[in-house]
Protein backbone atom coordinates (compact mmCIF):
# COMPACT_ATOMS: atom_id res chain seq x y z
CA UNK A 1 0.00 0.00 0.00
CA UNK A 2 2.65 2.37 1.22
CA UNK A 3 4.45 1.53 -2.50
CA UNK A 4 1.02 2.46 -4.22
CA UNK A 5 0.97 5.71 -2.52
CA UNK A 6 4.30 7.06 -3.50
CA UNK A 7 5.42 5.50 -6.71
CA UNK A 8 3.20 4.76 -9.82
CA UNK A 9 2.27 1.41 -11.04
CA UNK A 10 5.14 -0.81 -12.52
CA UNK A 11 3.19 -3.30 -13.87
CA UNK A 12 4.08 -5.60 -17.04
CA UNK A 13 7.67 -4.87 -16.96
CA UNK A 14 8.54 -8.02 -15.64
CA UNK A 15 11.86 -7.86 -15.33
CA UNK A 16 11.09 -4.56 -12.75
CA UNK A 17 8.38 -6.69 -11.25
CA UNK A 18 10.87 -9.73 -10.03
CA UNK A 19 13.74 -6.63 -9.01
CA UNK A 20 10.94 -4.28 -7.16
CA UNK A 21 9.00 -6.40 -4.50
CA UNK A 22 8.93 -6.33 -1.21
CA UNK A 23 8.92 -9.44 1.31
CA UNK A 24 7.16 -9.37 4.48
CA UNK A 25 7.41 -12.03 7.21
CA UNK A 26 3.56 -13.52 8.38
CA UNK A 27 3.92 -16.37 11.30
CA UNK A 28 2.80 -19.32 10.78
CA UNK A 29 2.72 -21.64 13.57
CA UNK A 30 3.55 -25.23 13.36
CA UNK A 31 1.67 -27.34 15.67
CA UNK A 32 4.36 -30.41 15.30
CA UNK A 33 5.78 -31.64 18.79
CA UNK A 34 9.03 -33.44 17.06
CA UNK A 35 9.56 -30.38 15.09
CA UNK A 36 9.26 -27.88 18.69
CA UNK A 37 11.85 -30.31 20.39
CA UNK A 38 14.40 -29.16 17.50
CA UNK A 39 13.73 -25.88 17.53
CA UNK A 40 13.50 -25.38 21.42
CA UNK A 41 17.17 -27.61 21.55
CA UNK A 42 18.27 -25.25 18.77
CA UNK A 43 18.06 -22.27 21.11
CA UNK A 44 19.46 -23.96 24.09
CA UNK A 45 22.16 -25.27 22.21
CA UNK A 46 22.94 -21.50 21.22
CA UNK A 47 22.19 -19.94 24.25
CA UNK A 48 24.07 -22.35 26.07
CA UNK A 49 27.00 -21.38 24.00
CA UNK A 50 26.61 -17.67 24.35
CA UNK A 51 26.10 -17.70 28.15
CA UNK A 52 28.65 -20.26 28.99
CA UNK A 53 31.66 -20.37 26.53
CA UNK A 54 31.48 -16.66 25.04
CA UNK A 55 30.13 -14.87 28.16
CA UNK A 56 31.42 -16.80 31.21
CA UNK A 57 34.93 -18.76 29.53
CA UNK A 58 35.63 -16.02 27.25
CA UNK A 59 34.78 -13.45 28.69
CA UNK A 60 33.33 -10.93 26.01
CA UNK A 61 31.52 -8.68 28.38
CA UNK A 62 35.57 -7.44 29.50
CA UNK A 63 37.93 -5.58 27.06
CA UNK A 64 41.38 -6.98 27.48
CA UNK A 65 44.97 -5.17 27.67
CA UNK A 66 47.95 -6.96 26.79
CA UNK A 67 50.74 -3.87 25.82
CA UNK A 68 52.01 -3.91 29.34
CA UNK A 69 55.08 -1.47 30.49
CA UNK A 70 57.05 -3.77 32.82
CA UNK A 71 60.60 -3.25 34.59
CA UNK A 72 62.43 -6.22 35.74
CA UNK A 73 65.52 -5.66 38.30
CA UNK A 74 67.48 -8.42 39.71
CA UNK A 75 69.69 -8.98 42.63
CA UNK A 76 71.53 -12.08 43.31
CA UNK A 77 73.47 -12.75 46.71
CA UNK A 78 75.53 -16.32 47.91
CA UNK A 79 79.24 -16.80 48.33
CA UNK A 80 80.76 -19.61 46.44
CA UNK A 81 84.29 -21.26 46.13
CA UNK A 82 85.90 -21.14 43.14
CA UNK A 83 89.86 -22.15 42.51
CA UNK A 84 90.63 -21.54 46.23
CA UNK A 85 89.02 -18.53 46.16
CA UNK A 86 85.75 -16.75 47.23
CA UNK A 87 83.71 -15.39 44.78
CA UNK A 88 81.11 -13.24 45.63
CA UNK A 89 78.38 -11.26 43.69
CA UNK A 90 80.84 -8.87 41.82
CA UNK A 91 82.99 -11.90 40.26
CA UNK A 92 80.85 -13.94 39.01
CA UNK A 93 77.20 -12.29 38.04
CA UNK A 94 77.69 -10.94 33.91
CA UNK A 95 76.69 -8.25 33.50
CA UNK A 96 76.66 -6.35 36.92
CA UNK A 97 73.84 -4.20 36.50
CA UNK A 98 71.07 -6.16 37.51
CA UNK A 99 69.13 -6.62 34.52
CA UNK A 100 66.44 -8.94 33.67
CA UNK A 101 68.77 -11.57 31.87
CA UNK A 102 72.34 -12.03 33.32
CA UNK A 103 74.51 -14.85 34.05
CA UNK A 104 76.11 -16.44 36.78
CA UNK A 105 79.10 -18.11 36.65
CA UNK A 106 79.73 -21.09 38.03
CA UNK A 107 83.15 -22.24 36.46
CA UNK A 108 85.96 -19.91 35.07
CA UNK A 109 89.11 -21.58 33.48
CA UNK A 110 92.04 -18.69 33.88
CA UNK A 111 95.02 -17.97 31.48
CA UNK A 112 97.10 -15.81 33.17
CA UNK A 113 99.62 -13.33 31.61
CA UNK A 114 99.07 -13.65 28.65
CA UNK A 115 101.68 -11.26 26.21
CA UNK A 116 101.59 -10.93 22.88
CA UNK A 117 103.87 -13.45 21.18
CA UNK A 118 104.51 -16.45 19.26
CA UNK A 119 104.08 -19.86 21.20
CA UNK A 120 103.06 -23.32 20.61
CA UNK A 121 99.64 -24.12 20.49
CA UNK A 122 98.02 -26.40 23.22
CA UNK A 123 95.25 -28.07 20.37
CA UNK A 124 96.91 -30.81 19.01
CA UNK A 125 98.16 -30.79 15.40
CA UNK A 126 94.77 -32.36 13.83
CA UNK A 127 92.63 -30.08 15.14
CA UNK A 128 94.15 -27.56 14.37
CA UNK A 129 92.37 -26.77 11.54
CA UNK A 130 88.98 -26.32 13.38
CA UNK A 131 86.93 -22.96 12.43
CA UNK A 132 86.55 -22.33 15.98
CA UNK A 133 89.98 -22.08 16.48
CA UNK A 134 91.43 -18.84 18.65
CA UNK A 135 94.64 -17.81 17.13
CA UNK A 136 96.57 -17.25 13.97
CA UNK A 137 98.89 -20.04 12.62
CA UNK A 138 102.10 -18.94 11.90
CA UNK A 139 103.35 -22.22 9.47
CA UNK A 140 105.99 -22.80 11.52
CA UNK A 141 105.21 -26.71 12.73
CA UNK A 142 107.14 -29.29 14.97
CA UNK A 143 105.64 -32.32 13.84
CA UNK A 144 107.76 -34.83 16.04
CA UNK A 145 106.16 -33.42 18.97
CA UNK A 146 102.76 -32.90 16.47
CA UNK A 147 102.25 -28.71 17.56
CA UNK A 148 102.28 -26.04 15.36
CA UNK A 149 103.30 -22.06 15.99
CA UNK A 150 100.89 -19.70 16.78
CA UNK A 151 100.80 -16.10 16.79
CA UNK A 152 98.77 -14.25 19.41
CA UNK A 153 98.30 -13.77 23.23
CA UNK A 154 100.54 -16.34 24.18
CA UNK A 155 100.70 -19.12 26.83
CA UNK A 156 97.64 -20.31 24.67
CA UNK A 157 94.13 -21.07 26.30
CA UNK A 158 93.90 -24.97 27.51
CA UNK A 159 90.93 -25.14 28.07
CA UNK A 160 90.75 -28.92 28.41
CA UNK A 161 91.66 -28.97 32.41
CA UNK A 162 89.05 -30.23 34.81
CA UNK A 163 88.07 -27.44 37.21
CA UNK A 164 84.45 -28.43 39.11
CA UNK A 165 82.12 -25.41 39.23
CA UNK A 166 80.95 -23.89 42.34
CA UNK A 167 78.89 -26.43 44.57
CA UNK A 168 77.76 -23.34 46.42
CA UNK A 169 75.91 -21.92 43.05
CA UNK A 170 72.61 -23.83 44.31
CA UNK A 171 72.60 -21.72 47.32
CA UNK A 172 72.45 -18.65 45.72
CA UNK A 173 69.26 -16.03 45.88
CA UNK A 174 67.67 -14.23 42.75
CA UNK A 175 65.84 -11.38 44.29
CA UNK A 176 63.41 -9.48 41.37
CA UNK A 177 61.49 -6.99 41.66
CA UNK A 178 59.12 -6.76 38.90
CA UNK A 179 56.55 -3.60 38.14
CA UNK A 180 53.92 -4.00 35.46
CA UNK A 181 51.19 -1.33 34.20
CA UNK A 182 48.37 -1.60 31.91
CA UNK A 183 48.34 1.56 30.47
CA UNK A 184 44.46 1.24 29.22
CA UNK A 185 43.24 0.98 32.90
CA UNK A 186 45.93 2.67 34.27
CA UNK A 187 46.99 0.07 37.03
CA UNK A 188 50.51 -0.52 38.19
CA UNK A 189 51.25 -3.54 40.47
CA UNK A 190 53.91 -4.94 41.77
CA UNK A 191 55.72 -8.60 42.36
CA UNK A 192 54.76 -8.31 46.50
CA UNK A 193 53.02 -6.46 48.67
CA UNK A 194 54.93 -3.25 49.70
CA UNK A 195 53.41 -3.64 53.03
CA UNK A 196 54.92 -7.39 53.41
CA UNK A 197 57.91 -8.01 54.61
CA UNK A 198 60.43 -9.82 52.42
CA UNK A 199 63.43 -10.23 53.97
CA UNK A 200 63.22 -13.89 55.15
CA UNK A 201 61.19 -15.53 52.71
CA UNK A 202 62.05 -17.82 49.91
CA UNK A 203 59.79 -18.69 47.46
CA UNK A 204 57.98 -22.07 46.84
CA UNK A 205 55.13 -22.32 44.41
CA UNK A 206 53.30 -24.18 47.31
CA UNK A 207 54.03 -22.20 50.53
CA UNK A 208 55.37 -19.24 49.45
CA UNK A 209 54.22 -18.68 46.18
CA UNK A 210 54.29 -14.66 46.52
CA UNK A 211 58.18 -14.07 47.58
CA UNK A 212 60.04 -12.79 45.37
CA UNK A 213 63.63 -14.05 46.35
CA UNK A 214 64.26 -17.64 44.97
CA UNK A 215 66.82 -20.22 45.41
CA UNK A 216 69.08 -21.08 42.33
CA UNK A 217 68.56 -24.86 43.18
CA UNK A 218 64.95 -24.50 43.60
CA UNK A 219 64.62 -23.26 39.34
CA UNK A 220 67.21 -26.13 38.89
CA UNK A 221 65.11 -28.33 40.12
CA UNK A 222 61.85 -27.28 39.03
CA UNK A 223 63.36 -27.09 35.43
CA UNK A 224 64.71 -30.31 35.90
CA UNK A 225 68.45 -29.21 35.04
CA UNK A 226 70.94 -30.97 35.63
CA UNK A 227 73.08 -29.22 38.19
CA UNK A 228 76.64 -30.46 37.18
CA UNK A 229 75.71 -30.11 33.52
CA UNK A 230 77.47 -26.54 32.87
CA UNK A 231 75.80 -23.88 30.94
CA UNK A 232 72.36 -23.43 29.86
CA UNK A 233 69.49 -20.78 30.02
CA UNK A 234 66.71 -20.18 32.18
CA UNK A 235 63.46 -18.60 31.40
CA UNK A 236 62.00 -17.71 34.62
CA UNK A 237 58.07 -16.44 34.06
CA UNK A 238 56.27 -13.63 35.37
CA UNK A 239 52.42 -14.27 34.41
CA UNK A 240 50.07 -11.52 35.35
CA UNK A 241 46.83 -12.64 34.34
CA UNK A 242 44.47 -9.59 36.41
CA UNK A 243 40.63 -9.25 36.25
CA UNK A 244 40.12 -5.79 37.06
CA UNK A 245 36.18 -6.37 37.94
CA UNK A 246 37.69 -8.09 41.10
CA UNK A 247 39.47 -5.94 43.75
CA UNK A 248 42.81 -5.03 42.65
CA UNK A 249 44.71 -6.66 44.82
CA UNK A 250 43.85 -9.92 43.53
CA UNK A 251 46.16 -9.09 40.57
CA UNK A 252 49.12 -11.23 41.47
CA UNK A 253 51.74 -12.97 39.39
CA UNK A 254 52.38 -16.56 38.85
CA UNK A 255 55.88 -17.85 38.59
CA UNK A 256 57.03 -20.88 36.20
CA UNK A 257 60.42 -22.45 35.24
CA UNK A 258 61.67 -23.32 31.99
CA UNK A 259 64.85 -24.06 30.37
CA UNK A 260 65.46 -22.36 26.98
CA UNK A 261 68.41 -24.17 25.63
CA UNK A 262 66.06 -27.18 25.73
CA UNK A 263 66.75 -28.15 21.65
CA UNK A 264 70.21 -28.25 21.90
CA UNK A 265 70.44 -30.57 24.74
CA UNK A 266 71.79 -33.19 22.44
CA UNK A 267 73.52 -30.94 20.37
CA UNK A 268 77.36 -32.13 20.14
CA UNK A 269 78.13 -28.51 19.58
CA UNK A 270 77.60 -25.31 21.18
CA UNK A 271 76.51 -27.65 24.44
CA UNK A 272 75.72 -25.08 27.79
CA UNK A 273 77.20 -21.45 27.98
CA UNK A 274 80.51 -19.89 28.23
CA UNK A 275 82.06 -16.79 27.07
CA UNK A 276 85.60 -15.07 27.35
CA UNK A 277 86.49 -12.05 28.79
CA UNK A 278 89.98 -10.42 29.61
CA UNK A 279 91.02 -8.17 32.34
CA UNK A 280 94.19 -5.67 30.91
CA UNK A 281 97.51 -4.63 33.19
CA UNK A 282 100.69 -3.07 31.91
CA UNK A 283 104.08 -4.21 32.77
CA UNK A 284 106.60 -1.08 34.23
CA UNK A 285 108.16 -1.15 30.44
CA UNK A 286 104.59 -0.09 29.35
CA UNK A 287 103.82 -3.61 27.27
CA UNK A 288 100.27 -5.21 27.56
CA UNK A 289 99.55 -8.12 29.43
CA UNK A 290 96.10 -9.77 29.87
CA UNK A 291 94.50 -12.60 32.32
CA UNK A 292 92.60 -13.85 29.87
CA UNK A 293 89.02 -15.95 31.90
CA UNK A 294 86.66 -18.40 29.81
CA UNK A 295 83.48 -18.38 32.04
CA UNK A 296 80.57 -21.06 31.84
CA UNK A 297 77.55 -20.02 33.19
CA UNK A 298 73.81 -20.49 33.71
CA UNK A 299 71.99 -17.78 31.71
CA UNK A 300 68.55 -16.29 33.55
CA UNK A 301 66.19 -14.75 31.46
CA UNK A 302 63.25 -13.21 33.44
CA UNK A 303 59.99 -12.77 31.13
CA UNK A 304 56.91 -11.07 31.98
CA UNK A 305 53.41 -11.33 30.40
CA UNK A 306 50.79 -9.69 30.95
CA UNK A 307 46.72 -9.27 30.54
CA UNK A 308 44.20 -7.50 32.58
CA UNK A 309 40.49 -7.38 31.71
CA UNK A 310 37.77 -4.94 32.87
CA UNK A 311 34.26 -5.01 32.52
CA UNK A 312 33.38 -2.12 28.96
CA UNK A 313 30.00 -1.47 27.66
CA UNK A 314 30.78 -1.62 24.21
CA UNK A 315 32.00 -5.66 23.64
CA UNK A 316 29.02 -6.15 26.12
CA UNK A 317 26.03 -4.80 23.95
CA UNK A 318 27.88 -6.37 20.75
CA UNK A 319 27.79 -9.24 21.98
CA UNK A 320 24.54 -8.99 23.34
CA UNK A 321 23.24 -8.45 20.18
CA UNK A 322 24.23 -10.99 18.43
CA UNK A 323 23.30 -13.78 21.21
CA UNK A 324 20.00 -12.82 20.54
CA UNK A 325 20.66 -12.94 17.03
CA UNK A 326 21.88 -15.88 16.92
CA UNK A 327 19.00 -17.63 18.70
CA UNK A 328 16.97 -16.68 15.27
CA UNK A 329 19.51 -19.67 13.65
CA UNK A 330 16.89 -21.95 15.05
CA UNK A 331 14.36 -21.09 12.82
CA UNK A 332 16.67 -21.55 9.71
CA UNK A 333 17.12 -25.19 10.36
CA UNK A 334 13.54 -25.67 11.25
CA UNK A 335 12.79 -24.05 7.83
CA UNK A 336 15.01 -26.40 6.08
CA UNK A 337 13.36 -29.66 7.64
CA UNK A 338 9.52 -28.23 7.65
CA UNK A 339 9.63 -27.00 4.05
CA UNK A 340 12.17 -29.61 2.44
CA UNK A 341 12.35 -32.79 4.74
CA UNK A 342 8.96 -32.90 6.24
CA UNK A 343 5.61 -35.09 4.94
CA UNK A 344 3.48 -32.03 4.42
CA UNK A 345 6.38 -30.01 2.56
CA UNK A 346 4.57 -28.91 -0.43
CA UNK A 347 1.30 -27.75 2.18
CA UNK A 348 3.56 -25.38 4.47
CA UNK A 349 5.24 -24.11 1.01
CA UNK A 350 1.79 -22.47 0.15
CA UNK A 351 1.20 -21.67 3.71
CA UNK A 352 4.21 -20.03 3.82
CA UNK A 353 4.80 -18.39 1.03
CA UNK A 354 1.93 -16.11 0.27
CA UNK A 355 1.96 -13.46 -3.16
CA UNK A 356 0.40 -10.29 -2.88
CA UNK A 357 0.02 -7.81 -6.50
CA UNK A 358 -1.08 -4.74 -6.47
CA UNK A 359 -3.96 -5.80 -8.85
CA UNK A 360 -5.38 -8.08 -6.01
CA UNK A 361 -5.07 -4.85 -3.71
CA UNK A 362 -7.15 -2.67 -6.28
CA UNK A 363 -9.50 -5.15 -6.86
CA UNK A 364 -10.35 -5.87 -3.41
CA UNK A 365 -10.47 -2.43 -3.09
CA UNK A 366 -12.89 -1.51 -6.20
CA UNK A 367 -14.91 -4.65 -5.16
CA UNK A 368 -15.27 -3.73 -1.57
CA UNK A 369 -14.30 0.61 -1.12
CA UNK A 370 -13.20 1.51 2.76
CA UNK A 371 -13.27 -2.26 3.55
CA UNK A 372 -9.59 -3.57 5.13
CA UNK A 373 -7.53 -5.77 3.01
CA UNK A 374 -8.49 -8.88 3.01
CA UNK A 375 -6.40 -12.04 1.89
CA UNK A 376 -7.76 -14.59 -0.46
CA UNK A 377 -5.50 -17.67 -0.35
CA UNK A 378 -5.39 -19.47 2.69
CA UNK A 379 -7.80 -17.65 5.33
CA UNK A 380 -8.24 -21.16 6.89
CA UNK A 381 -8.44 -20.10 10.76
CA UNK A 382 -6.92 -16.60 12.06
CA UNK A 383 -6.50 -16.31 15.62
CA UNK A 384 -6.68 -13.29 17.25
CA UNK A 385 -2.54 -12.67 17.23
CA UNK A 386 -3.11 -12.83 13.68
CA UNK A 387 -1.15 -15.54 12.76
CA UNK A 388 -2.20 -18.39 10.57
CA UNK A 389 -2.19 -21.42 13.03
CA UNK A 390 -1.42 -25.13 11.01
CA UNK A 391 -1.91 -28.51 12.69
CA UNK A 392 0.06 -31.24 11.28
CA UNK A 393 -2.91 -33.83 12.35
CA UNK A 394 -5.05 -32.58 9.35
C1 LIG B 1 73.25 -25.07 50.85
O1 LIG B 1 72.64 -24.65 52.05
C2 LIG B 1 72.25 -25.71 52.89
C3 LIG B 1 71.51 -25.11 54.05
O2 LIG B 1 72.04 -23.91 54.47
C4 LIG B 1 73.50 -26.48 53.33
O3 LIG B 1 73.13 -27.55 54.16
C5 LIG B 1 74.19 -27.01 52.06
O4 LIG B 1 75.39 -27.66 52.44
C6 LIG B 1 74.49 -25.88 51.12
N1 LIG B 1 74.97 -26.46 49.85
C7 LIG B 1 76.15 -26.14 49.38
C8 LIG B 1 76.54 -26.84 48.13
O5 LIG B 1 76.87 -25.33 49.89
Known amino acids: MFVSCIAPRIVGVISFSIILTYETYKSVVVRSWPLGIVYRLMQLIIISYFVGYVFLYERAYQVADTATESSVITKVKGFGRLNNAVMDVADYIYPPQGEGVFSIITKIIKTDNQFQGRCSEVTHLEQFTHVFSQCII ?20 DDKVDIKPMPEFVNFTIYIKNTIRFPRFNVSRENFPSTKSI ?121 VIAAVTSVGMGTVLC ?31 TLKPGSQLSIRRGNSSCNDSGAVSLSTNC
Open 199 to 319: KNCTYDKNTDPFCPIFRVGYILDETQQNVTLLGGEIGINIEWRCNLDHNVNSCVPTYSFSKLDAPFQNASLSKGYNFRFAKYYKTEDGTDYRCLHKAFAVRFDVMVTGIARKFSLIPTVIN
Open 138 to 157: TGACNTSAGYCEIEGWCPAE
Open 335 to 365: DLILLHCSKGAQYYKEKKFEEVSEEQIHESL
